[in-house]
């Protein structure tokens, strides 16, 4: 089992936190999936482009079919004309993927031990600021050794609102909260296999890191 140290603000030792057995490494292509299925899912598939039945006009013939050296045509609505319909237009969609519960609980587990197994991943005492000042988020950030790092996941256990203003004029900061309770499902996730993949630095408040525990373990 893997231990993770607990600092403080201050970046002083505090305790360890011994990482649950179910936080284990899986296969490459689950990670794969439930991030394709991830990203698939936030698409909103409302894209629309009309045909040449649907296009306005073009009811006439332009020219008549013969004796004018050109090519024939029924309407200046078709695909080659400027103004004309689309060929295969495209049309809304559901762009969805279904994945089993199992599996993406799985996947977040795994990605979490993918990043624990690189030292990427910070567990510290509390993540709370008195005031909402960036620069405090940059010094807590510089506490934690990741400040350097071009994307930097920042997961809180609950919503705090001091918080997030704190870090949301930081570019490369994304904050997202552990999920609610034990009895809540694993599809209401606060952040996704993604979001923890993509990060090159993770800090986790230990409470938050025991929900996770908790709650998909």
């Known amino acids: 089992m893997a231990e993770l140290e607990i600092k403080d603000a201050k970046g002083k030792k505090v305790g360890k936190h011994v990482v649950n057995e179910a936080v284990k490494s899986v296969a490459k292509h689950r990670l794969h999936r439930a991030i394709v ?6 698409r909103q598939g409302t894209q629309s482009a009309k045909t040449r039945s649907e296009v306005r006009g073009g009811g006439r013939k332009p020219y008549k079919q013969k004796k004018t050296g050109n090519a024939r045509q029924g309407t200046i609505r078709a695909p080659h004309y400027a103004g004309g319909g689309m060929a295969l237009a495209v049309k809304p969609r559901d762009y969805t993927k279904k994945l089993n519960v ?3 609980r799985a996947a977040l587990l795994g990605a979490i031990a993918h990043q624990v197994e690189a030292g990427n991943l910070r567990v510290v005492d509390s993540i709370r600021f008195a005031t909402a000042k960036t ?3 940059v010094e807590f950030l510089k506490t934690c050794g990741v400040a350097d790092a071009r994307r930097i996941l920042v997961v809180l256990p609950e919503y705090d609102a001091t918080t ?3 870090f949301r004029n930081l570019p490369n900061v994304e904050v997202r909260t552990a999920p609610a309770a034990k009895d809540s499902d694993v599809k209401t996730a606060a952040f996704s296999v993604r ?6 630095k993770i800090v986790v408040a230990k409470d938050a ?5 908790e709650v998909w373990a």
């Open 102 to 104: 199992k599996e993406r």
């Open 135 to 137: 620069k405090d988020a």
């Open 164 to 166: 997030y203003k704190c």
């Open 37 to 42: 299925a991830e990203e698939a899912n936030s």
């Open 209 to 213: 890191m025991q929900r996770i525990e």
């Open 195 to 200: 979001d923890m993949m993509v990060a090159h």
